[in-house]
């Protein structure tokens, strides 16, 4: 037996072992993404195999905390692909004003960033006052991170440039306040937002939404577990609700393509129609 083919088998006994002790679901997630994590979090703890790994994870909660920051999905910026915004605040927007009140669920938040961003966009097309959001996420630091809506003022300068392109109505530095190295947003941007804790892999549906943002989270997944959570947005998304996707994902080729209809193959936006 080769060294590669041991390894698997380690990593599948310690994803068996999160799941087991923590209750955290990782064995379905996609194995190159998955082994890329284990690699990296055994070099920050200067171990040498994954058996190694696993027991001091099974050991040590410290060291399990320290492994959910390399299994999450934490890369989020303002106004992240800015086209996507545009499609968003053209096309879909117009249609969620047709409702007296509005559900949106952004699932896999990670810092909130791009929450963030969908509540200033919602204000300036009036529409926020009538929202709720739901930002989840699986790991609770991001969330934290989230809620304190503090983010890196030398970033601010990119994130202009997004929310413009994105086709911002006032000036971006409206919504924060620099301190120090800080951006602090606004707390008024907070009043409609839900930050709660979501697991995709393992729970359920908790609601009806008008429109769903899973954005870069299921290129992650394995096609079970793809196929598994596509299921859990496809029962939570509201008839003519919509569904917002990350540019390398698609409903091609899961249980649920013919229940949609595509309004954007290029910003992968799509409306539930049966």
Not at 45 to 51: A, G, Y
Not at 167 to 188: C, E, M, P, R, V
Not at 194 to 206: G, I, Y
């Amino acid at each position: 037996m080769t060294s590669d083919e041991i390894q698997l088998i380690e990593i599948k006994l310690l994803l068996e072992g999160i799941f087991q002790k923590y209750g955290y679901d990782f064995r379905d997630y996609a194995l190159a993404s998955i082994r890329r994590r284990i690699l990296k979090r055994m070099d920050g703890e200067n171990l040498k195999t994954v058996s190694a790994l696993q027991d001091r994870i099974l050991h040590d909660e410290t060291c399990m905390d320290r492994m959910l920051l390399d299994f999450s999905v934490s890369v989020s910026d303002f106004f992240r692909d800015p086209g996507f915004f545009k499609q968003i605040r053209d096309q879909v927007i117009p249609f969620l004003k047709t409702y007296p009140f509005v559900r949106i669920w952004h699932a896999g938040s990670a810092t909130g960033e791009e929450v963030y961003s969908l509540a200033i966009m919602l204000y300036e097309e009036g529409l926020y006052d009538r929202c709720r959001i739901y930002a989840t996420d699986f790991n609770q630091q991001s969330l934290e991170k989230a809620k304190s809506g503090i983010f890196p003022l030398k970033k601010m300068k990119a994130y202009t440039k997004n929310y413009i392109d994105a086709g911002g109505k006032l000036a971006f530095s409206n919504y924060y306040t620099a301190q120090y190295d800080n951006a602090i947003f606004k707390s008024f941007l907070k009043e409609k937002i839900v930050f709660a804790q979501h697991n995709l892999v393992t729970d359920q549906s908790f609601n009806e939404f008008n429109l769903i943002l899973c954005r870069n989270v299921m290129i992650y997944f394995g096609k079970n577990l793809q196929a598994r959570t596509h299921k859990v947005i496809y029962n939570s998304l509201s008839q003519w609700g919509i569904l917002g996707l990350g540019d390398k994902e698609n409903l091609t080729f899961t249980p649920f393509e013919d229940h949609y209809e595509t309004l954007s193959q290029t910003y992968k936006l799509f409306r539930k129609v049966k």
